[in-house]
């Protein structure tokens, strides 16, 4: 009988133990797709998901960190010719070139840099992360602000909450639930390539903190009156909090604010 694994907990791993919440998450990662021409798996463990996910693609690769569990991985799945378990942390993977998905039970600890590098990835079709559920809420507007990566990327990416999953369905339980954060590529951007210099220098002008308030940071670089022009066109009070400014909001600002 093989001996347990010790959970690492410089590796923040939280193994998911439930069958229905592992299938759950893996047809969102499928979503509208019958299959999925390559998935790349961030935090394979002992291949809950994997197991799930190997169905619906042409190409798993499963990455796991941990290399105690990296043979009992490809002995489970030794008969699976699409799962192709790579040992080694999935941040030094090189993006492929040709479209691909992420999923994964993302370490707590790591969640931000998985993020980061989903976005950076240039063929990147969509990622289905289970996060901790407080980092999802924040991503997406959940608790009814919005924060500066996700306002600055809105044009190609569209981020939400797909669900939560109680803590009780991990092994060993971690102190939070997880929620279950999908970030899609948009098809077509809300903006041209040619505007998307302007729009990060806008979104970070008003998330500077200068000023004291969005109104005032903005009108570091625009004139009082198109600021209050832009603030009237799209509804916002000249107090509010920049957080509080949804991406429509801020789409508004862009269109009557720059050339």
């Not at 840099?113 to 924040?138: F, G, H, M, N, S």
Request: glycine content about 6%.
């Amino acid at each position: 009988m093989a001996r347990p694994t010790h959970v690492s907990r410089a590796l923040s791993q939280n193994f998911l133990a439930d069958r229905a919440t592992a299938e759950y998450v893996a047809q969102l990662a499928v979503t509208h797709r019958r299959q999925i021409s390559l998935l790349l798996e961030v935090g394979a463990g002992k291949g809950a998901l994997t197991a799930r996910l190997a169905p619906h693609c042409r190409e798993l690769h499963a990455h796991e960190i941990d290399p105690r569990l990296v043979p009992g991985l490809r002995t489970r799945f030794s008969e699976t010719p699409q799962v192709h378990v790579i040992a080694g942390d999935f941040m030094g993977t090189r993006p492929p070139r040709t479209p691909f998905a992420v999923a994964g039970n993302v370490p707590f600890s790591r969640t931000a840099d998985i993020v980061d590098w989903c976005l950076r990835a240039p063929a990147i079709t969509d990622a289905t992360l289970l996060t901790q559920l407080e980092y999802a809420r924040k991503r997406t507007g959940d608790y009814g602000s919005w924060t500066l990566l996700t306002v600055r990327s809105w044009p190609r990416y569209e981020w939400r909450l797909v669900g939560r999953v109680d803590r009780r369905r991990f092994s060993p339980v971690p102190r939070v639930d997880a929620g279950i954060l999908r970030i899609e590529r948009r098809r077509t951007p809300l903006l041209e390539p040619p505007a998307l210099a302007g729009w990060r220098h806008l979104v970070e002008l008003g998330f500077s903190g200068v000023g004291g308030s969005l109104h005032a940071s903005l009108r570091r670089a625009h004139p009082r009156r198109r600021v209050d022009a832009a603030f009237r066109a799209a509804r916002l009070d000249p107090h509010v909090l920049v957080g509080e400014v949804s991406p429509d909001r801020w789409l508004r600002l862009h269109r009557e604010l720059m050339p």
